[in-house]
């Protein structure tokens, strides 16, 4: 009977063998499937559970919603003379030398050119859609003959006027109103890094285009100092085409104007930058009230510091703008404002850097009077300044220079030369000025890092005027160990303070 039950136990391994060999793989394989099928399924499951609490995507649709049809197109056409092949072959030969002479037909000096349509394409917003007001960008409209407006629901607009302000790269574009959608102007000071934010326009012509992303940072500038910026940098996609466009908060207001892209690429890589709400509604005001915008004037040219010249300074830290010249006549002149004064507070108000204090300045209106508080030879003071218009061009005027004698090389790797009258005209100085022009700066000093070069004129060193050769081999020597601070004027125009370190001595000419 032990025999019978073994027999029969060693062939139910036996066809278990087989069955394993022949069949395993497929069957191990199906259950496989059917187990990740069932993690599958229940996956799916829990995302339909989660997506139940997905306020995100209500959010950004409802956002949508209520912006996405005050969001228009703005279509410009602008009529260009086709160049006349002749004159462009002249820049390049004379009559003799042209391989073409006498093949391309003559126009004649009483036949103009023919023309063609250049087309160019942007965003806009509605802002009022009462009046008809829509807010885009200078340089979409910049130079058009024509410009079209085209809604979301796809009518077509003919503008009653465009009225812009380049010193904002704003524009006001007015439209019949009838039947528009509008977006109210929000808040940009209350917004905060890390907000969630919607970019909306027509990107390489694709309309009512919508792309999320954060406020990535706030106060970007570009260090363009013809233009007022305190741009609000955003990683929602922005591209060819949305400029002019809003961007949204998640109350559905315009808290910012897409402008500009950072990219090697020409596309975007996640660096945008939008004109803030608050300068909006300024320069909206002001063009739609008079058609220009005015701005304060305080007749400084200014600067950051680094920790070096906030040392040399005696200034507890940076924050604040350095006055590197003031404008004769100026508000700031009349004032009592002085070159190396550093400027921390207006009207109560602390500065944080140099674009905030021109900003701050600009929204001032003229005839204003301002407290400026300032540091002077490490004291705090303060003066009362009125401010007034912002001119279109700015006279700066210095004293005439004296006698031209060089001066021996420094360790600071530079070689300077008494200014001269002939020597600043030389250089390009349209204006008096006097202290020693730079004639060589040494490879690898401090000096060429900071960006002096020859051409640059020295008027002042640690707060003292220099009006010789001599006087800045004096300071120079005299000069602390760490460095010495200098204040540079250059031909183009302006100037600025710098702080060199010393170093190795330029070699004597043989």
């Known amino acids: 009977?032990?025999?019978?039950?073994?027999?029969?136990?060693?062939?139910?391994?036996?066809?278990?063998?087989?069955?394993?060999?022949?069949?395993?793989?497929?069957?191990?394989?199906?259950?496989?499937?059917?187990?990740?099928?069932?993690?599958?399924?229940a996956a799916r499951a829990?995302?339909?559970?989660?997506?139940?609490?997905?306020?995100?995507?209500?959010?950004?649709?409802?956002?949508?919603?209520?912006?996405m049809p005050a969001v228009v197109e703005v279509r410009v056409t602008k009529w260009v003379r086709q160049p006349d092949p002749n004159e462009m072959l002249r820049r390049f030969f004379d009559d003799q030398e042209n391989p073409f002479?006498?093949?391309?037909?003559?126009?004649?000096?009483?036949?103009?050119?023919?023309?063609?349509r250049a087309m160019g394409l942007g965003s806009?917003?509605?802002?009022?859609?009462?009046?008809?007001?829509?807010?885009?960008?200078?340089?979409?409209?910049?130079?058009?003959?024509?410009?079209?407006?085209?809604?979301?629901?796809?009518r077509k607009f003919e503008t009653q006027w465009v009225r812009?302000?380049?010193?904002?790269?704003?524009?006001?574009?007015?439209?019949?109103?009838?039947?528009?959608?509008?977006?109210?102007?929000?808040?940009?000071?209350?917004?905060?890094?890390?907000d969630l934010v919607l970019a909306i326009g027509a990107p390489r012509g694709l309309p009512q285009t919508l792309t999320s992303g954060i406020i990535s940072a706030k106060g970007r500038n570009t260090g363009d100092a013809q233009t007022y910026q305190n741009y609000?940098?955003?990683?929602?996609?922005?591209?060819?085409?949305?400029?002019?466009?809003?961007?949204?908060?998640?109350?559905?207001?315009?808290?910012g104007i897409n402008n500009l892209i950072a990219s090697y690429s020409g596309g975007n890589e996640g660096i945008g930058f939008a004109i803030p709400s608050n300068m909006v509604k300024g320069v909206l005001k002001q063009l739609v009230e008079t058609g220009k915008v005015v701005r304060g004037f305080l007749g400084v040219q200014i600067q950051d510091v680094d920790e070096l010249l906030a040392k040399d300074l005696k200034l507890s830290d940076t924050s604040g703008s350095l006055v590197s010249l003031v404008v004769k006549d100026s508000p700031a002149d009349k004032g009592g404002l002085q070159?190396?004064?550093?400027?921390?507070?207006?009207?109560?108000?602390?500065?944080?850097?140099?674009?905030?204090?021109?900003?701050?300045v600009a929204d001032i209106h003229p005839g204003a009077a301002v407290e400026v508080q300032l540091i002077r030879d490490g004291k705090a003071e303060t003066r009362k300044v009125t401010l007034r218009e912002k001119p279109g061009d700015l006279a700066m005027a210095e004293e005439p220079g004296s006698e031209s004698r060089p001066a021996e090389p420094n360790r600071y790797g530079l070689k300077v030369e008494t200014l001269t009258k002939e020597l600043a005209e030389k250089a390009g100085f349209k204006e008096d000025i006097h202290g020693v022009i730079i004639t060589e700066v040494r490879s690898g000093s401090n000096a060429e890092e900071q960006g002096l070069a020859p051409g640059m004129v020295i008027t002042n060193v640690a707060g003292r005027a220099v009006r010789t050769a001599e006087d800045f081999?004096?300071?120079?020597?005299?000069?602390?160990?760490?460095?010495?601070?200098?204040r540079l004027a250059e031909p183009k125009g302006g100037a600025r303070f710098v702080f060199l370190t010393p170093g190795q001595k330029l070699p004597k000419d043989k």
């Open 473 to 486: 081999a004096k300071a120079s020597t005299a000069a602390k160990a760490a460095g010495m601070r200098v």
């Open 232 to 255: 609000i940098q955003t990683d929602a996609a922005i591209n060819k085409g949305n400029s002019g466009g809003p961007l949204v908060n998640m109350r559905g207001e315009v808290v």
């Open 46 to 67: 829990n995302l339909a559970e989660l997506s139940k609490k997905d306020q995100v995507s209500v959010l950004f649709r409802e956002v949508a919603k209520v912006t």
């Open 101 to 116: 002479r006498g093949r391309l037909p003559d126009r004649g000096s009483d036949q103009q050119a023919p023309r063609f």
């Open 1 to 41: 009977m032990t025999s019978y039950k073994t027999m029969v136990w060693a062939a139910l391994l036996g066809v278990a063998m087989y069955v394993t060999v022949a069949f395993g793989p497929a069957w191990v394989g199906r259950v496989a499937y059917a187990v990740e099928s069932g993690k599958a399924e």
């Open 124 to 154: 806009g917003v509605i802002v009022d859609a009462k009046n008809g007001y829509i807010v885009t960008n200078n340089h979409v409209v910049d130079g058009a003959d024509e410009v079209e407006v085209v809604l979301a629901d796809k």
């Open 164 to 194: 812009t302000d380049p010193a904002s790269d704003l524009a006001i574009v007015k439209i019949q109103p009838d039947r528009l959608d509008e977006i109210p102007l929000g808040d940009s000071d209350a917004i905060q890094v890390g």
């Open 339 to 360: 070159v190396g004064d550093f400027i921390t507070h207006v009207n109560g108000v602390k500065i944080r850097d140099t674009n905030h204090l021109r900003n701050m």
